[in-house]
């Protein structure tokens, strides 16, 4: 079992920066791929991306990438997604999640955190 819970999100503006953090714990960190995934209102939840256990493998959504920037802190049991030059759709709510490997397929993560909510106004 594996416990992931998100923290950082909030309300910005577009252009700001924020970065989110995921802390887990139950399992070897270190082994385990994480994944950032977000859902707005209405919509199906989408991946943004994904970093293996080693932090070197590291894959992006198609609009987030050159924006975003997934990394990790083995030594805390903590990732982190770095949001730069945020834009209105980028608001959604943040999940985190843990697999086997990093992948897009937000069917191949069994664990996930509660999320948390970024808004960006225009």
């Known amino acids: 079992q594996v416990q992931l819970v998100e923290s950082g999100g909030g309300l910005v503006q577009t252009g700001d920066s924020l970065r989110l953090s995921c802390t887990a714990s139950?399992?070897?960190?270190?082994?385990?791929?994480m994944a950032w995934f977000r859902q707005a209102p209405g919509e199906e939840r989408d991946f943004v991306a994904s970093?293996?256990?080693?932090?070197?493998?590291?894959f992006y959504g198609d609009s987030v990438r050159g924006r975003f920037t997934a990394s990790r802190d083995n030594a805390k049991n903590t990732m982190y997604l770095q949001m730069n030059n945020l834009k209105p759709e980028d608001s959604a709510v943040y999940y985190c999640?843990?697999?086997?490997?990093?992948?897009?397929?937000?069917?191949?993560?069994?664990?996930w955190g509660q999320g948390t909510q970024v808004t960006v106004s225009s």
């Open positions: 999640a843990a697999g086997d490997w990093p992948n897009s397929d937000r069917r191949l993560y069994r664990y």
């Open positions: 139950g399992r070897t960190f270190s082994s385990t791929a």
């Open positions: 970093i293996s256990g080693n932090g070197v493998s590291r």
